[in-house]
T-cell receptor, first 111, second 114 residues
Framework: GDSVTQMEGPVTLSEEAFLTINCTYTATGYPSLFWYVQYPGEGLQLLLKATKADDKGSNKGFEATYRKETTSFHLEKGSVQVSDSAVYFCALIFGNEKLTFGTGTRLTIIP | SAVISQKPSRDICQRGTSLTIQCQVDSQVTMMFWYRQQPGQSLTLIATANQGSEATYESGFVIDKFPISRPNLTFSTLTVSNMSPEDSSIYLC???????????FGPGTRLTVT
């Protein structure tokens, strides 16, 4: 079945550091890919998305590129802030089937 | 994007009791989804609720434990019945956005069972 594998956390970085959170997927076709973010005590927010190969999703300084060759959708940010501390979930979906989530990566940014 | 509200935002309940969680959406939607997020874990889909039909439950979840109502196109409830400490989780509802492949989530209901 379809699955999402995320970089295990927790990840701790200093402010202004470069961030990469790895995400790879297994699927029989070409799903739509997402990154969701969950700030402390809150629900999930859609951070960015990509629907086809080579698409780049971006939002709030975060980027992720849909790489069909490596079945990856790694999340990156050039300079993280304390306010980026949260749990990040990679997810995929085919059409209107159910959303499949990765296990989540907890990110902590130290001032 | 859809705006979703949930009530209550959190609750502490005693073992053996039931809690009904409400989910309200600011637009009409066909499908609504209920998820559970156990402490430190990812999200697990409980069921999909379509207006006018029985909810469809995922493996491991049953209607007697998690009855769902879907009386109209903007509202749904999830009841957690005969609760035990293992039911302590965040419960989230979700809907599709304007694009059928995007899902938006409510703020969640944080449930603690003592």
């Amino acid at each position: 079945g379809d699955s999402v594998t995320q970089m295990e956390g927790p990840v701790t970085l200093s402010e202004e550091a470069f961030l990469t959170i790895n995400c790879t997927y297994t699927a029989t076709g070409y799903p739509s890919l997402f990154w969701y973010v969950q700030y402390p005590g809150e629900g999930l927010q859609l951070l960015l998305k990509a629907t086809k190969a080579d698409d780049k999703g971006s939002n709030k300084g975060f980027e992720a590129t849909y790489r069909k060759e490596t079945t990856s959708f790694h999340l990156e940010k050039g300079s993280v802030q304390v306010s980026d501390s949260a749990v990040y979930f990679c997810a995929l979906i085919f059409g209107n089937e159910k959303l499949t989530f990765g296990t989540g990566t907890r990110l902590t940014i130290i001032p | 994007s859809a705006v979703i509200s949930q009530k209550p935002s959190r609750d502490i309940c005693q073992r053996g009791t039931s809690l009904t969680i409400q989910c309200q959406v600011d637009s009409q939607v066909t499908m609504m989804f209920w998820y559970r997020q156990q402490p430190g874990q990812s999200l697990t889909l409980i069921a999909t609720a379509n207006q006018g039909s029985e909810a469809t439950y995922e493996s491991g979840f049953v209607i007697d434990k998690f009855p769902i109502s879907r009386p109209n196109l903007t509202f749904s409830t999830l009841t957690v019945s005969n609760m035990s400490p293992e039911d302590s989780s965040i419960y989230l509802c979700s809907v599709y956005g304007d694009n059928s492949y995007e899902q938006y989530f409510g703020p969640g209901t944080r449930l603690t069972v003592t």
